[in-house]
C-alpha cells in the first residue's frame, strides 16, 4: 500500500486541502491501495519516515530533508491539480 503524508505549515486546512488533491489524483492515476494523512510540518518532521511520499510547499519541503527514505514532493501551487497529479505520477513506481 503506498502511503503519502501530506504537511503544511500548521497542519490544520490547506493539508486537508492537500490530502483530498492527492486523493484525487490517485484516483485518476487508477492507484488503488493507498493511505494519505495530513499533519504541520512540524508534526512531520517525527513522522515523516513512515510513508513512501512526503508533500508539501516547495519552500517547506527542505525542513525534512533526511527525515525520510521516501520520496519528498515540493509543490510550487498547492491548489494545481495538475502540478499535484503530474509530481506523483513522476514520484510513483507502478509494479
Keep these: 500500500m503506498l502511503k503519502i503524508l501530506a504537511a503544511c505549515g500548521n497542519g490544520m486546512g490547506s493539508s486537508m486541502v492537500i490530502k483530498m488533491k492527492i486523493e484525487n489524483a490517485l484516483k485518476i492515476l487508477e ?44 509543490l510550487a501551487n498547492l491548489m494545481d491539480d495538475v502540478e499535484i497529479r503530474e509530481k506523483l505520477e513522476a514520484n510513483i513506481s507502478k509494479g
Design 31 to 74: 492507484i488503488e491501495e493507498y493511505r494519505v494523512d495530513f499533519c504541520s510540518v512540524g508534526e512531520a518532521k517525527s513522522v515523516a519516515n513512515g510513508y513512501d511520499i512526503v508533500v508539501a510547499s516547495q519552500h517547506l519541503i527542505n525542513e525534512l530533508e533526511g527525515r525520510t527514505t521516501g520520496k519528498l514532493v515540493g
